[in-house]
């Protein structure tokens, strides 16, 4: 019974030899009374002469000569989910069980089963009573004879009791076993129920599926909206996939036994027992997917969160809860990295690239005090004056374990563990003072630009750090160029579009890196403070390829031009990508061509020595660092 549905007429279960005593108790507890004039006439051995008019409570009255008898209607009761509330036993049945064993028995099926053991002679002292049947207060003794009101006094007491007994051990086990926010089983609730599917999959030799559902970016609501948004948001979420799980799946198998679950956060589950093939949980996966894709109105707020969903196999993938859900969940990161809106099944080589993360993290968070960071810096280009204007700092990670470990690799694992907040502020660091150095040498340096990553932009105390780092270091704010992608400009607009106003009346310049790999609101471009759009290299690429391609660059350039900001084109590494940036009025550019990302001491060289003519550009790559 949950605490939402009416409660039940209470069942009473009579145990006496005595069929009269059967009728008595059916004049005192039920309404209808006994038709008989026998029983009218009749002197009630348990009641005497008492004539008192009275209207009973509603109660189902079962009947029983024998404890045996009754032993079975309490077990039939218990297996059809009524049970018993209250039995009046009598102290002596013969020739079967007598009361106090009946009452053993009847408890060790029913333990909640509120006891009145009804006796005319002291055949049990109260402490052979608790020494057979324990310490209890769901026993009461009553003595023959007994008059009407001491029977609907304790048949009301007790069952209200055994009811508000029910009622708190539903409440105890809503709160144990379900989520409080959404009402769906919780981790506890949904490992129970994984066990015994696997159970009874291994015994039937049926397959089974367990989806593991995360919302992607779901702390950015968070942290943007407010909790209570995104408790609201998680409500709908369940709802949407609790909807998702009912009827019929797309390939036609009944769903009835599909169960889903809150595991806590922004983390659900999906179980499919007993599914004919895999294109069962990939059709259930990609519902979901649709399902929760689609916007959700919260008030003034219209959200978007896609799900990522990985998806494991029994037995398959694994034959114990623990290693299904651990896969199920290797395989949902992985969904994670595919893109939004992406399901994946568990693969067995996941284990090993798995265990490369775990590497990498491991020795991450060690990184900076084994001092084995450094910065490389690539030069940009005025393709107007053939001066350097700036160096793009970039994070080199040489680890004594795992050698030279590429960027691309270890800032993800660096963003998705937090480690990219103690990592960057170095970064920062280490470039501004670099910078500041060159400066105070008499070398010219116009600018030094950071890669920042939206975790880094977005926290509270950036504009803090910046300028705790521009006044540390001594570099004016106009030497310091910060570049974000054009992803997070987009995605957190609101957040963004202060920090950027700041970092404008700091004097602090702001780039978009990479642009064109995005899908820009240019109406929102427009109203930034964005000094720089930084062209991906896969356009720069473009222009040995064709007019089209050529074309496309050429209004890239033109827009940036016409919306008053500098343009800088990356990865150029032909000559001929060279010469059609500038003959378009591209204002700046870096690439291998030009040269290649330099150690402190090869940039420091670079910058003394390098001097572009404009009309004398010569290829002379210097080798990486």
């Known amino acids: 019974m949950t605490l939402h549905e009416p409660t039940p007429v209470p069942r009473i279960l009579i145990v006496d030899d005595n069929l009269s005593i059967h009728e008595d108790f059916k004049k005192i507890l039920m309404r209808e009374k006994p038709s008989s004039k026998l029983m009218d006439d009749m002197e009630s051995a348990l009641f005497g002469e008492q004539k008192n008019i009275f209207t009973p409570p509603d109660y189902r009255i079962d009947f029983a000569s024998q404890g045996q008898e009754a032993l079975a209607m309490v077990e039939k009761a218990q297996s059809e989910g009524r049970p018993y509330a209250l039995a009046f036993v009598d102290g002596r049945?013969?020739?079967?069980?007598?009361?106090?064993?009946?009452?053993?028995?009847?408890?060790?099926?029913?333990?909640?089963?509120?006891?009145?053991?009804?006796?005319?002679?002291?055949?049990?002292?109260?402490?052979?009573?608790?020494?057979?049947?324990?310490?209890?207060?769901?026993?009461?003794?009553?003595?023959?004879?007994?008059?009407?009101?001491?029977?609907?006094?304790?048949?009301?007491?007790?069952?209200?009791?055994?009811?508000?007994?029910?009622?708190?051990?539903?409440?105890?086990?809503?709160?144990?076993?379900?989520?409080?926010?959404?009402?769906?089983?919780?981790?506890?609730?949904?490992?129970?129920?994984?066990?015994?599917?696997?159970?009874?999959?291994?015994?039937?030799?049926?397959?089974?599926?367990?989806?593991?559902?995360?919302?992607?970016?779901?702390?950015?609501?968070?942290?943007?909206?407010?909790?209570?948004?995104?408790?609201?948001?998680?409500?709908?979420?369940?709802?949407?996939?609790?909807?998702?799980?009912?009827?019929?799946?797309?390939?036609?198998?009944?769903?009835?036994?599909?169960?889903?679950?809150?595991?806590?956060?922004?983390?659900?589950?999906?179980?499919?027992?007993?599914?004919?093939?895999?294109?069962?949980?990939?059709?259930?996966?990609?519902?979901?997917?649709?399902?929760?894709?689609?916007?959700?109105?919260?008030?003034?707020?219209?959200?978007?969160?896609?799900?990522?969903?990985?998806?494991?196999?029994?037995?398959?993938?694994?034959?114990?809860?623990?290693?299904?859900?651990?896969?199920?969940?290797?395989?949902?990161?992985?969904?994670?990295?595919?893109?939004?809106?992406?399901?994946?099944?568990?693969?067995?080589?996941?284990?090993?690239?798995?265990?490369?993360?775990?590497?990498?993290?491991?020795?991450?968070?060690?990184?900076?005090?084994?001092?084995?960071?450094?910065?490389?810096?690539?030069?940009?280009?005025?393709?107007?004056?053939?001066?350097?204007?700036?160096?793009?700092?970039?994070?080199?990670?040489e680890n004594q374990e795992l050698g030279l470990v590429p960027p691309m690799e270890f800032i993800p694992i660096a963003e998705e563990s937090g480690l990219i907040h103690p990592i960057g502020d170095w970064v920062m660091r280490m470039a501004c003072q670099q910078a500041k150095t060159w400066r105070d040498q008499g070398i010219d340096l116009p600018r030094i630009a950071v890669n920042v990553s939206p975790q880094e932009f977005i926290h509270p105390d950036f504009i803090a750090r910046i300028k705790s780092t521009l006044e540390q270091s001594g570099l004016e704010p106009s030497g310091l160029q910060i570049e974000i992608t054009e992803t997070l400009l987009m995605e957190h607009y609101e957040g963004t579009t202060e920090i950027v106003k700041t970092l404008n009346q700091m004097g602090v310049q702001v780039a978009i890196d990479d642009f064109g790999k995005g899908y820009s609101n240019l109406s929102r471009l427009q109203t930034l403070a964005i000094d720089c759009l930084k062209i991906d290299r896969s356009f720069v690429n473009g222009i040995d390829a064709g007019f089209r391609e050529k074309s496309i660059l050429s209004a890239m350039i033109d827009m940036a031009n016409g919306m008053k900001m500098g343009v800088i084109a990356e990865g150029v590494e032909t000559q001929s990508q060279y010469s059609f940036l500038k003959d378009k009025h591209c204002d700046e550019a870096q690439g291998y061509l030009l040269s290649w990302p330099l150690s402190r001491e090869q940039a420091e060289s670079f910058l003394r020595e390098s001097n572009f003519a404009n009309t004398d550009f010569r290829f002379n790559p210097v080798p990486d660092a």
């Open 93 to 397: 049945m013969p020739p079967g069980w007598d009361g106090i064993e009946t009452i053993h028995h009847l408890w060790k099926v029913s333990p909640e089963l509120q006891m009145v053991l009804c006796t005319a002679y002291a055949d049990y002292s109260w402490d052979e009573i608790q020494q057979k049947l324990g310490v209890t207060d769901s026993l009461v003794i009553l003595k023959k004879p007994f008059d009407i009101a001491e029977v609907l006094q304790l048949t009301h007491a007790l069952t209200r009791k055994w009811e508000l007994n029910r009622q708190i051990q539903g409440r105890l086990h809503q709160l144990a076993y379900f989520d409080s926010l959404t009402g769906l089983p919780n981790r506890t609730q949904f490992l129970h129920s994984l066990t015994k599917t696997l159970s009874d999959s291994k015994k039937n030799q049926k397959k089974s599926a367990l989806l593991y559902i995360d919302l992607d970016d779901f702390k950015r609501i968070n942290d943007t909206l407010g909790h209570s948004v995104g408790d609201n948001l998680l409500k709908i979420v369940a709802h949407r996939l609790a909807s998702c799980i009912r009827g019929t799946d797309l390939v036609g198998e009944m769903s009835e036994n599909y169960k889903t679950a809150r595991l806590g956060g922004d983390e659900f589950t999906v179980l499919l027992p007993d599914i004919q093939s895999d294109e069962t949980a990939e059709a259930v996966a990609h519902r979901i997917s649709r399902s929760l894709g689609q916007a959700v109105d919260l008030g003034q707020h219209q959200v978007l969160v896609t799900p990522s969903i990985g998806i494991a196999l029994f037995p398959g993938d694994g034959e114990d809860a623990d290693t299904l859900m651990k896969n199920a969940d290797m395989a949902m990161y992985f969904a994670k990295r595919n893109g939004p809106k992406k399901y994946q099944f568990y693969q067995e080589s996941m284990n090993s690239e798995a265990l490369k993360r775990l590497t990498i993290e491991t020795q991450l968070r060690h990184a900076l005090q084994r001092e084995e960071f450094s910065l490389v810096y690539q030069p940009q280009i005025d393709l107007n004056t053939g001066k350097i204007s700036g160096f793009e700092t970039l994070l080199r990670w």
